[in-house]
């Protein structure tokens, strides 16, 4: 017995191990499941009308032999976003995780103050992961959660996918929260964030309305301010249906400046390399002895830029080649039709793509210039390139924000089968 | 035991040090002054410290054996030398507590997301106090095993960052008033070869392995300067807000989301380089105490730490922001004294004793002559001669380790008269 007492007393750390054990075990086998005390949230709502709204769309992991996944819509209110969330964390009863949050959604009206103010409290003291989508809708961020369940059901589609779809083919940029901050605390205070629409789904219309089934949790505001406290609700309720049609949001200093639809967006990609499949479509095309509508493809894209000054202007130079497939012939006599022999350019063709892409990208330029959101990253190159000059340009005259008014742009367009 | 580490394990506790305090919070805490233009704040300071490593190891051929308490004592005499032991002690204790801190902080938010100090404590001090106890052996070696597993995380966490849109920062864009603040105000995170110093007479060292110490800390200082670059690359104007860069690396954007999180590979290089940062530390502060008090105890001296700790991590306990605050205000004074002053002290020490060494051998160039002249006139034999050479070399050696250089000398005339080398062409082998 001496020898094993001595035994443990030269090697401490065999006793210290025991007694962690014994301290520890205890702890990790009667504590309770982690998802008992924690909810796990996968997709944000805020809405704002006289208080905020924060909606919490829940995964709740239960045994089913299905491999739709449970989840749960939760919401509270309050007078501050702290406020709701702590209300719509009584209303689940648990504590909120939004580790796993993949979308966060903002309804238009937040947009009209500085979104970042609100956003930056949840993601830098509630933890929201900075990699969450982040997009807006036209109605309330609450129903276009309740109507993700339905286009789940009926897709197969997740929100994140439906918008990263978006992102890689329209946006050509990343529509997460760290994009949004990007720009937001970028040279020129802009960025572009997704946008999804709702409409009232046909089948509800005819006053099949399920909807709206919430039963009311958690408990009153501490504040007891009139309409404040906490809502949970089936996420099998929506009556609405989400439209996706590409369109974004431009944000200046965390504003919504504009609405951007794909027109816009093809517009403001058109220097951007890694925007592709585009359609193109020309009018008024002679085509054996008849005028025929051209859709074109646009297979490919080199893109050089070039910037300088010149007697004190900014000076823009883009070569842009252009490689286009013909998809589409739309005359009196054809329908569609995609003929490979007929794939060569024409210079009549050449020249009108040529037009419609000029016309497209300064109507996208007019509109970035008015809202002094330079999204296109025209002051980024003028740094990146010509550093000193821009500085002293943009000292002298009216800074980052009117630069953009004052570049001269020379786009020259090469079109090419591919 | 033999309480000796092999020039590996020393470069393994390089890598180690470099890593200290830097692969988290600080490029955020850079990029809110300098911007990426702190990447040469680091790569400066790094200099620093390479030139602060390169006396370190010729301070150590000058004394191979001698602990740094006994060659400081020698030269400044006992109350300096313990004011110093004072101050690394000081030094090396806000170090760990700021390693600690930090990475606590970044667990409570990925993991706990409530304050759990206590068990953060009852999981850490054990496991660094037995290091201690064990020894620089003991704890380099377990460094040495597991540094090959938080190599390869760390260099996931790079690598992993390249799946994510990347583009080249903006440099030089602040003035150099920005830049010297953000030098000051960071200092306090660079200097931890000064651990190297504790344990100078515990190296084992030769001639040939500068070379490899060059190696493992050029390794470490890329490896840092690639996370910074890598980091600032992919956040750019948003780095300020992302504070914990490994971790942050690894987060992938919106295109990679079914992927999952792969946190788990940044939290375990995190929790392995920060234990063993902790134990560095902590050895320091056991080697600063013992020359301060040469009779406590190992035990005691572990123990006093965990005291020390406890209490002062009590006062900063839900003041994260006040440790950093302080680290970035008040601690660089701390370490202007410790990172510089005192290498400028090793590095005075260390010429003055050069001269004395080279003062020596032109004693033994001219001993030797006069001797080899004597040896012609008066036929005195070779055995004679190196004896009076090597009572001239016992004469003039009145520097640290006397026994060392004496028989060196005598392997020295040996070898002249072996090879028939000019007077004081000789080579020094240990």
Known sequence: MKSKIKYFTTHPMILILVIILIFFTPLALFSPGENK???????????????????????????????????????????????????????????????????????????????????????????????????????????????????VSKTGLKLEQVINYNAENLYISDTSLEAFYKGYFGRTHSSIIGSLKLKESPSSQGGNSSGESGTQGGGESSSGSSGSGAQASSSGSAKMEIENNGDAILLKNGKMVAKLDVDMLNGMNILNPRSKHQIINIEDIEKDDQLVNMGYRVADKKVIINTKFENGYPLFVAELILSVDLVEIEGVKEGLKVNTEFSNVTNEVATK?????????????????????????????????????????????????????????????????? | ??????????????????????????????????????????????????????????????YPTTKLYDILQNKIGKVLTKIIYLILLVFFMFKALLVFSVTYVYFKHQIYKQDLIWIALISCLPVINHAVMCGVRGFSRTMELFIGIVLTGFIACLAFSLFTPISMPYFF??????????????????????????????????????????????????????????????????????????????????EFNAVGRLDIIAMLTILFITLFQLEIFCYGFYESIRGIFPLLKKFYATITFDIIFGLLYYIFIGKFEIMVAFASHYLPILAIVVNYAFPILILIIYLIDMRKVKKNRENVYISQDEISKSNQNTNLSSDESNVALSNQDQASSEHGDKQKENSLSEKASTLNNQSGLKGGEYEIKD
């Open chain 2, 173 to 254: 864009v602040n003035q150099g008033k920005d830049l010297l603040t953000s030098c000051y105000r960071h200092l306090f995170s660079f200097g931890d070869y000064i651990f190297l110093l504790l344990i100078i007479d515990k190296i084992e060292f030769k001639r040939g392995d500068f070379k490899r110490i060059y190696k493992y800390a050029f390794s470490g200082i890329i490896l840092t300067l690639l996370l910074f670059f890598l980091f600032y690359s992919k956040y750019q104007v948003t780095a300020f807000m992302h504070n914990n860069a490994l971790a942050d690396l690894l987060v992938f954007s919106v």
């Open chain 1, 37 to 151: 005390e924690r909810g796990i949230v996968i997709a944000v709502g805020i809405d704002k009308t006289t208080e905020y709204e924060v909606s919490l769309l829940t995964f709740i992991p239960t045994a089913n032999q299905s491999y739709k996944e449970q989840t749960s819509l939760i919401s509270g209110k309050g007078q501050s976003l702290g406020e709701a969330i702590y209300n719509a964390q009584i209303a689940m009863g648990r504590r909120i995780g939004l580790a796993h949050a993949k979308t966060t959604v903002v309804s238009e009206s937040m947009l009209e103050d500085d979104i970042c103010k609100s956003i930056d409290y949840i993601s830098r003291i509630a933890s929201l992961p900075e990699n969450t989508v982040f997009i807006s809708t036209d109605k309330s961020a609450k129903e276009l959660l309740q109507a993700n369940d339905s286009l």
């Open chain 2, 1 to 62: 035991m033999k309480d000796t580490i092999s020039i590996r394990q020393v470069g393994v506790l390089m890598i180690l040090c470099i890593f200290a305090n830097k692969i988290l919070l600080l490029p955020s805490l850079m990029y809110e002054t300098s911007k990426a233009d702190s990447l040469w704040i680091i790569l400066f300071l790094f200099a620093i410290d390479l030139l602060v490593l390169t006396l370190i190891f010729k301070l150590k051929t000058i």
């Open chain 1, 353 to 418: 793509i040529e037009h419609k892409v000029k016309q497209q990208f300064t109507k996208s330029l007019n509109l970035i210039r008015e809202c002094k959101a330079d999204v296109m990253g025209i002051n980024d190159t003028f740094h990146r390139n010509n550093r000193k000059e821009y500085e002293k340009y943009i000292r002298d005259n009216g800074g980052v924000d009117e630069f953009l008014n004052n570049v001269i742009f020379k786009l020259n367009i090469l079109v090419q089968p591919d």
